[in-house]
Nanobody
Framework: QVQLVEFGGGLVQAGGSLRLSCVGSGRTLTMYDMSWYRQAPGKQRELVATTSGGGQNYAVSVLGRATISRDNAKNTLYLQMNSLKAEDTAVYYC????????????WGQGTQVTVSS
């Protein structure tokens, strides 16, 4: 079992920056593809960014403004978001998907990011 806990959400003004962290416990995350998702009120959960053996991928909406990274020694995933917009307001979730067994994945509880315009 893997437990994921997100940190770093909060209220930020438009144009500002935020760094989200996702700390894993229970197992090492080195054999997991890691992603950030977000869900805005009334909308479906959407993929923001992924880091895997193939590199990093980003949603078009955050391209150039977001950087996903991981520190395997700390079992931690990060999402740096710059030039924040009101439409970035959402609950952000950390996701870990096993590279060995595709059906195994874990979610964090989410952290709220609110961008004031």
């Amino acid at each position: 079992q893997v437990q994921l806990v997100e940190f770093g959400g909060g209220l930020v003004q438009a144009g500002g920056s935020l760094r989200l962290s996702c700390v894993g416990s229970g197992r090492t995350l080195t054999m997991y593809d890691m992603s950030w998702y977000r869900q805005a009120p009334g909308k479906q959960r959407e993929l923001v960014a992924t880091t895997s053996g193939g590199g990093q991928n980003y949603a078009v909406s955050v391209l150039g403004r977001a950087t996903i990274s991981r520190d395997n020694a700390k079992n931690t995933l990060y999402l740096q978001m710059n030039s924040l917009k009101a439409e970035d307001t959402a609950v952000y979730y950390c996701n870990a998907k096993s590279r060995l067994i595709a059906s195994i994945e874990y979610w964090g509880q989410g952290t709220q990011v609110t961008v004031s315009s």
